[in-house]
C-alpha cells in the first residue's frame, strides 16, 4: 500500500534539467461520515506554462480499477457514477494557486474511502520526475456522543461549581479525542477550558489567571467523564455553559486534523451576589437611639454589627466614618490602621481604636473626645472573596464582592461660643469690563469655636451711589453664600452664573473665602462684604449659627468705555426692471467691542415716511425667521445670511412693484461670558437706507364694472361685470392672471368699504362673513371678466358695489413672474326694490279682523256689565222726615 508523498526525483544532473514532483496531502487521511474532506495536491519544478491541470482518480481497493473523479479543464471527465455529485457541488475542485488545487468532498460518505490519485499532464520539454501522486482516505462512522450533567441553576457567590460532561466515541481506528467548556453570555461566547487531543489543557485568555492560582481546575473521571470545578464563583461566572467534544486525527508531520465536534448546552449558572444579604447597622453601646451626646474627655463608644447568607467565606474589611471622613479601618487580615490626619491630629480629635467582638461584631473606641469629634458616624463593609483560595492551593488573590455604609449614628459635644476677626481685601482688580475679579476674606484669631463646630460665609452687594448725589440708599442683596454644612446657596440674581462657573465661591486653608467673577460686568461695580458666621452642634443635633461678623466694605469699580456700532448697507446688484433679484450687503465695524454676536433685522418702508416693515431676522445664535410682513408665498425668495465675521447678506429674488421703497439693516452687537447661556446686549445701529425702483415697461390694463339692472326684488340674483383689458404688449393668455376683490358700503360715495368676495390669481375663491342672509359666488368667463353674483338678495344687499383687481403677467425680460399697479373700478349702486302692496296684503287682513274682533268683544262686554251691575242702582230716595222723627224718638 502506497501512503504519503510520492515523489520521483530525476536524475538529469548533466546540463542541470528539473525533474516534475507532484505532490498531495500527507496520509493515510482519517475521516468522519457526514463531515466534509479536503486533499491538496500541487505540482512543482515543471515546465510549459505556469498555470497547470489536474486530474483527480480514486480506486476503492488497493490495485483496484481507477475511477476518474473530476478535472480542471474537461467537464465530461467525471466517471458516470460521479458526475451527478459533481453536478451539484458535492464533489468539487478548487483551484489556490496556478500550480496548486484541492479536491472537496462536501459529506463524506462510507463509499468514498479508499485510494486517490493526482495527475497533471505533462507540460515538459523532458519527461522527466513524478506526474502523479497517491493518498488513502479512511472513512469511519460518526460514533461521537457528548452528554452533559445540568449544573444547579442558581449559586451563592463564593461557593464552588462543578461542571460535569461526559465525551466517548467507538475507537476502531486510531482517533483522539478533546473537551472543552465555554460560558456564553447574550451573543458572545467565551472559551473556558480545552482538555486534550493529545493530554493537553489550553484556558481561555479571560480564565487563564484563575487557572494558574488554582481558582479553575480540571479533574479526568472515567469512561469518558470530566468535571472543570470553578472555585469561589464570582457574578462573573453567570451565564450559559456549554460542552463540546472533537474527535481529532494525528497525520504524518505532526499536523492535528479536527475530523467531528459536538456541542451540547449544560444549562444557565446564576450566581447570588452577596450585596443582597449583606446588611451593616451602626449603634451605641449605651443607647438604642440614632443620636449620642458625649462630654468633652469621655470615651465614645459604638458598635458595628455585620450580617450575610455566605459570611463564614467573606473577608470583611470595616471601616469608620465621622461626617465621611475615615477614621480607623480593620483589613480583611485583621490589621487595624488607624487615619493619621484623623486620630491625634491637630485638631484635638481623640484616640481611635477597632477590635473585633464576634462574627461579625466591631467595637469603635474613641478616647478622650473633643469639640471635632462630634458629627454623623457610620461604619463601612465591603466585603471580599478569596479567588485561587486554600482549597484550590491558588495565590489568594481576592476581589470585592459588596460594600455597604451604615446608617450614621449622630454624636453631640457641648458648644462653645466662638471668635475671630475678618479683612476683606481685592486679589485681582478689574481694569476693563470682562476682566475678572476676586476678593479674599481671611478669617484670623480663631478662638473658642467648639467641637463640630464650622464657619460659613455670605457675600452681600450693594450698587454704587448715582453720581454726583451722594445717594447711597439702595438696598443690598446677596450674591452667594456658605453655610454650616458647606451648602453652596446662589442669590437670585446670581444663580445663573453661579450654575455656569461664570462666579465661583472657595474655601482656602486656613480659613480664607474667595468670591472671583470670571467675566465682571457693569452691573458688577459697586460695594462688597463679607459676612462670617460660626455654627456649633446644638442639643438637637442640628448646627445653628451662633456667631457672624461683617467686613469692612470693598468697593469694585473701573472706567467704563461704551461700545459702539457702525453698519454701513452697500447694494451688490443692480434692479432695473420687475422679476430681478435685489441684493445689499451690510458690513459692521465696532468700537470698544472684541468677540460679539451679532442680530440683524431687515427692514423696508415704501417712502420716508411710510410705516416700517420688518422683512428677515437672524438671531445671534443663527436662527432665521421670516418677518410679519413678509408674503408667505414669497418666503423661498428671501436669503439672509452671514457673509463674514461681521457682515451679513441680503437678497430678494423677483422683485414686483409692491417690494418699491427703502430698505435698510438694523444690527444689534450681543456679548455672552465664557461658558454663560445669556447674550447681553452691547450696542445697536442703523444702517444707511438703499432704495429699491425701477419702471416696468410691460403692459398697461384698465377696468370697468358694469350691471345688467340696477334694481332688483327681494330673493333674485344680482350681477354685477367686472372687465379688464391689457393695452400695449398684451401677454399670451396663459402668462396672464389676475387677483380681484369685491367691496360694498351701505351709503352712495361711502368711504368705508366692507370686503364681500375675492378670487386669487391661481382661482381660489375666498368669502368674506356678512350680515345677510344672501350667498355670493363669482364666475370667471374668461381671462379677463369676472362676474359677481348675489343669490337671495336682501335690503341689506342694497348699496355701492365696486371691484379691485391686481394683474400678474409673466415678464418677458426676466421670465419671471411681475405685479402690475392695483386697479380699481368705478362704483354702481345697486337698488333691492320693497313691493309695497305684495307686502301690505297680510298685514291689512289682520288690522282688519284683530278690529272686528275687538268690537264685537267690547260690545259683549259691555251688555254683560249693564245686565249684571247696573239693575240694583234705583232706590227711593229717603226722606228727611224720617231722620226728624228718629231723632225726635
Sequence with gaps: MLCGLAVVWGAFLLGGVSSRVVTVSPGPLIRVEGQPVSIRCDVSEYGGPREQDFEWMMSREAGGQRMKIISTFDAGYSHPSLSKRVASGDISVQRLRDNEVELKVAEATAQDAGFYWCQTPSTD????????????????????????????????????????????????????????????????????????PQGDVTVGPKFARRYADGSIRLVPGRNGVFDLVIYRVTSSDEGVYECNGTEWT????????????????????????????????????????????????????????????????????????????????????????????????????????????????????????????????????????????????????????????????????????????????????????????????????????????????????????????????????????????????????????????????????????????????????????????????????????????????????????????????????????????????????????????????????????GSVRTIMTLSPDGVLQPGGATDPSRRDNLVLTKSGPAEFRFRLGGVQLGDRGFYWCDITAWTRPTGGHTWTRAAGAESNKLRLHFQENGPAFSIAIQSDTSSVYPHETAKMECSLSASGSPPKTGDLAYEVRWFFTRLRGGQTTTPVASIDRFGVLRKESRNSSSDVSIERHDTHTYVLNIHGTRDSDSGEYHCVATPWYLSASTGAWTQAEELTSSRIFLTVRFAVWESLQLPLLYGVSASIGVGLFSLVLGLVCAQCCCRNLAHTPRSRNKLMDLEMD
Design 125 to 196: 520539454s523532458v519527461i522527466s520526475g513524478n506526474y502523479e501522486a497517491q493518498v488513502q482516505l479512511t472513512v469511519i462512522p460518526n460514533s461521537l456522543q457528548v452528554a452533559p450533567q445540568a449544573p444547579p441553576p442558581v449559586v451563592p457567590e463564593g461557593s464552588d461549581l462543578t461542571l460535569t460532561c461526559s465525551v466517548t466515541r467507538e475507537l476502531v481506528h486510531p482517533t483522539y479525542l478533546s473537551v472543552t467548556w465555554s460560558l456564553k453570555r447574550g451573543a458572545t461566547s467565551e472559551e473556558v477550558l480545552t482538555f486534550g
Design 250 to 609: 494525528h497525520e504524518r508531520g505532526g499536523r492535528w486534523v479536527r475530523i467531528v465536534q459536538s456541542t451540547k448546552e449544560m444549562g444557565t449558572v446564576s450566581v447570588t451576589p452577596t450585596g443582597r444579604s449583606l446588611s451593616v447597622k451602626a449603634s451605641s453601646s449605651s443607647s438604642s437611639s440614632s443620636a449620642l451626646l458625649v462630654a468633652p474627655g469621655n470615651t465614645l463608644t459604638l458598635l458595628c454589627s455585620v450580617a450575610a447568607d455566605n459570611l463564614p467565606v467573606l473577608a470583611l474589611e470595616v471601616t469608620w466614618l465621622a461626617d465621611g471622613r475615615d477614621i480607623i479601618t480593620m483589613e480583611r487580615s485583621g490589621v487595624v490602621a488607624p487615619n493619621a490626619s484623623w486620630s491625634g491630629g491637630p485638631g484635638g480629635r481623640g484616640q481611635a481604636s477597632l477590635e473585633r467582638t464576634g462574627a461579625g461584631e466591631y467595637r469603635l473606641g474613641v478616647r478622650g473626645v473633643a469639640g471635632e469629634d462630634g458629627g454623623a458616624y457610620a461604619c463601612r463593609v465591603r466585603a471580599f472573596i478569596e479567588k485561587g483560595g486554600r482549597s484550590a492551593g491558588g495565590g489568594g488573590r481576592w476581589h470585592m464582592a459588596a460594600e455597604k455604609t451604615s446608617s450614621p449614628v449622630t454624636v453631640k459635644v457641648a458648644q462653645i461660643q466662638p471668635n475671630f476677626t475678618l479683612t476683606l481685601e481685592p486679589i485681582t482688580t478689574p481694569q476693563a469690563t470682562a476682566e475678572p475679579t476676586e476678593l479674599a476674606c481671611h478669617v484670623t484669631n480663631i478662638t473658642r469655636l467648639p467641637p463640630g463646630g464650622h464657619l460659613g460665609v455670605s457675600w452681600g452687594y450693594s450698587p454704587l451711589p448715582a453720581a454726583g448725589t451722594g445717594d447711597d440708599r439702595h438696598t443690598s442683596h446677596t450674591v452667594a453664600s456658605l453655610d454650616g454644612r458647606g451648602n453652596l446657596l446662589a442669590g437670585a440674581e446670581y444663580a445663573d452664573r453661579l450654575g455656569s462657573g461664570v462666579l465661583s465661591l472657595t474655601r482656602v486653608p486656613p480659613d480664607t473665602f474667595k468670591l472671583r467673577f470670571l467675566h465682571t460686568q457693569e452691573v458688577d461695580m459697586g460695594r462688597y462684604v463679607c459676612v462670617v458666621s460660626a455654627w456649633t452642634p446644638s442639643s438637637g443635633g442640628d448646627l445653628v449659627k451662633t456667631t457672624e461678623l461683617q467686613s469692612p466694605p470693598q468697593t469694585v469699580q473701573w472706567q467704563v468705555k461704551r461700545p459702539s456700532l457702525n453698519v454701513l448697507a452697500t447694494p451688490l446688484r443692480d434692479t432695473p426692471v420687475g422679476g430681478a433679484t435685489f441684493e445689499m450687503s451690510c458690513s459692521v465695524d465696532t468700537e470698544n467691542l472684541e468677540e460679539a454676536g451679532y442680530s440683524v433685522l431687515v427692514q423696508s418702508q415704501d417712502g420716508v415716511e
